[in-house]
């Protein structure tokens, strides 16, 4: 059964910095990888998907990447700023019909 | 694009009384559909999903079932809520277009009391 893991589950850090969220998998098998941004009592929001057979995604400040044979994905947000304060999401793929498998997430506050 | 709608938007339930949660999709036809919930302190957790009319696969054995009636919509219900059942339960489907990328719904905060 996958297993989905994100370290850290917290973090708080002053606006303007580099941060790397991580996130690992058990079943290397996977067709997808997809990162969500979850604001508190809201819904999900799409940030980034990679396929299985890409390395990375980019889309602005964000930066995922994916090395599927050895569990891993990364996602980078450079510059952070207090509106990137929320919770992220990793979930995984196994190429069925049935849905994904999610992280507990990482909460992240940007310090102004 | 589509758009996924879940009714109602927040819900306060005694234990012991019955459940209807609907979650309806537009600009899109015959898409996958899936239930999760987010419980306290626990990651996003897979209920049920479904391919089709009258199609249901259920993940996790538990007090809830699920229904689907017509091709965007999907009914999450229990005849008689638990404590256990309190949860931010959110609707998906796959967005169209090819990316295979999921897509939720605003969701539906359940309080059992």
């Known amino acids: 059964k996958q297993e989905v893991t994100q370290i850290p589950a917290a973090l708080s850090v002053p606006e303007g910095e580099n941060l790397v969220l991580n996130c690992s998998f058990t079943d290397s098998a996977i067709y997808n990888l997809q990162w969500f941004r979850q604001d508190p009592g809201k819904g999900l929001t799409s940030l980034l998907l990679?396929?299985?057979?890409?390395r990375e995604q980019t889309s602005g400040r964000l930066n995922a990447s994916l090395d599927k044979s050895s569990g891993r994905s990364t996602l980078y947000i450079a510059a952070s700023q207090p509106g990137d304060s929320a919770t992220y999401l990793c979930?995984?793929?196994?190429?069925?019909?049935?849905?994904?498998?999610f992280g507990k997430g990482t909460h992240l506050i940007i310090q102004p | 694009s589509q758009t996924i709608h879940q009714w109602p938007a927040t819900l306060v339930q005694p234990v012991g009384s019955p459940l209807s949660l609907e979650c309806t999709v537009e600009g899109t036809s015959n898409p996958n559909l899936y239930w999760y919930r987010q419980a306290a302190g626990r990651g996003l957790q897979l209920l049920f999903y479904s391919v089709g009319i009258g199609q249901i696969s259920s993940e996790v054995p538990q007090n809830l079932s699920a229904s689907r009636p017509q091709d965007r919509q999907f009914i999450l219900s229990s005849k008689k809520l638990l404590l256990s059942d309190s949860g931010f339960y959110l609707c998906?489907?796959?967005?169209?277009?090819?990316?295979?990328?999921?897509?939720f719904g605003p969701g539906t905060r359940l309080t059992v009391t």
């Open positions: 990679i396929q299985s057979s890409q």
């Open positions: 998906a489907c796959y967005r169209t277009g090819g990316r295979y990328e999921q897509y």
């Open positions: 979930a995984v793929e196994g190429g069925g019909a049935d849905g994904l498998t």
